[in-house]
């Protein structure tokens, strides 16, 4: 019997049409004399690899798993760079080709491209696929096929191969390539590919809501005979449909600045990571927008080979000290107040909005698990300190929540020193223990009525009734 690779080890296979993008970035003070167009000059070359080499190295990035890179490749120079690019990041399984490497290069000036220039039309020199490719597609623990719309998926044998894969496949789809194989697990059109090949499919309707999305989603999934469709939605993240039912909308982080060019690669390449490590479609697909959302915070393409651990401009769920930076800068007021919110109540939220109206902004800190087992018992926290956290976040006059694991708050108040201390229930005309901290930076502690008949305690007790 053929003993097979254990799953873990498997590589994830990476199909389709590599390019050699290139960015001759410079600056512009000035037009020409003969007509409106800027003069480039100091022009720097970037080299990076781009098409299923992007997404390629995308994924070799994110993940301890080994990634092979299927794809076209000619033997001109444009390909000898490609080779050197992708060296030491993925493993390459060249297929034969011939007409020149398809190069990309951007004219920028800054930020913004002036011009692109395009050459080299790679076609895959084939009459059947090279048998390392074959099995590598075959035994993967999932295949990613980066559609260029150059012609590679669109070839018999390599279809023939995609159709055989024994793991999950993730299709990226171009408008100018080919049909996905109907054994596709999820399909990553942007919008506006979607809305193209559903129209081209007969299916009609306008406009980017998300019931068009939806109904779009659904029309491709029967179009093309496969398991779900995830249709990229940029900002707003994307929306799963499996054909039928209510589809599964996941919003993506607000970021700030960044550079979308290979948002669509990076979703891709880490569905079908979460797929071969064994994710469902719906977790695959949450995984993809959170780490796309992440991809272009951190320059997007053109920082493809940025040092791990570099700092992603999202502005989603900010963190406490940025939080009281940005109001501080604005001479504003900064509070700050705690306790367990074990099981938030009408009491919390009372104390809670009373408190974000002592100034411009709220922080609360929270016990950690290990804290309120000390305070509170064995039994206690019935909610662990990351979902208490993402509760208090949600509402509105929360603006950022801390976790902290001593029995009592002085070390977190230290490091934030806010400027008053809101502290709900009855110690009105006692002397709140907060508060000999609070005076270390002039700040004042406060404490706000409490509403009566509320607590967790009492919430425990009435539910064993």
Request: some cysteine; glycine content about 12%; proline content about 6%.
């Amino acid at each position: 019997m053929t003993r097979r690779t254990p799953p873990a080890a498997r590589p994830l296979v990476v199909v389709g049409d590599a390019l050699l993008d290139v960015d001759l970035v410079g600056t512009a003070s000035r037009l020409t004399p003969d007509a409106p167009v800027p003069v480039v000059e100091d022009i720097e070359r970037r080299e990076r690899p781009g098409g299923a080499a992007l997404a390629a190295v995308i994924a070799a990035a994110a993940s301890a798993r080994e990634v092979v890179l299927v794809a076209p490749l000619d033997s001109d120079e444009g390909a000898d760079r490609l080779r050197a690019l992708l060296d030491g990041r993925v493993r390459l399984i060249a297929i034969p080709a011939g007409g020149g490497t398809a190069v990309k290069q951007r004219v920028r000036v800054g930020d913004h491209s002036v011009a692109r220039l395009d050459s080299g039309a790679p076609v895959a020199v084939l009459g059947e696929l090279p048998a390392e490719a074959a099995a590598a597609i075959r035994d993967a623990a999932a295949v990613l096929v980066a559609d260029y719309g150059r012609g590679t998926t669109a070839d018999p044998a390599v279809r023939d191969a995609l159709a055989a894969a024994r793991g999950p496949v993730v299709w990226d789809p171009h408008p100018r390539g080919a049909d996905p194989v109907p054994n596709a697990r999820l399909v990553t059109p942007n919008g506006a590919e979607a809305a193209r090949v559903a129209a081209g499919a007969g299916v009609a309707g306008d406009g980017a809501g998300l019931a068009a999305v939806g109904a779009r989603a659904e029309a491709l999934i029967r179009h093309w005979g496969v398991g779900a469709v995830a249709v990229t939605l940029g900002a707003r993240g994307a929306l799963l449909s499996y054909g039928s039912g209510a589809p599964m909308v996941v919003p993506a982080a607000a970021v700030t600045g960044g550079d979308p060019c290979g948002a669509g690669d990076s979703f891709a390449a880490a569905a079908a990571l979460a797929l071969a490590d064994g994710a469902v479609t719906g977790e695959a697909v949450a995984a993809a927008v959170a780490f796309a959302s992440a991809f272009v915070a951190r320059g997007g393409a053109s920082a493809w080979d940025a040092a791990d651990g570099a700092e992603p401009n999202v502005v989603a769920e900010p963190g406490a000290e940025s939080v009281i930076a940005r109001v501080r800068a604005a001479g504003g007021t900064v509070v700050a107040t705690g306790g367990c919110f074990d099981l938030l109540h009408p009491g919390h939220v009372a104390t809670l909005r009373a408190a974000r109206g002592l100034g411009d902004c709220l922080v609360v800190c929270i016990n950690s698990d290990d804290s309120v087992r000390r305070l509170k018992g064995p039994s206690r926290p019935l909610v662990t300190a990351a979902d208490r956290a993402r509760v208090l976040e949600a509402l509105e006059f929360v603006d950022a929540v801390v976790v902290f694991g001593e029995d009592t708050p002085a070390q977190v108040l230290d490091r934030l020193r806010p400027d008053v201390w809101a502290k709900g229930g009855d110690y009105a005309g006692a002397d709140l223990p907060e508060a000999e901290v609070l005076r270390g930076w002039g700040g004042q502690a406060v404490v706000l009525p409490y509403l009566d008949g509320h607590s967790t305690t009492a919430l425990v007790e009435r539910s064993r009734v």
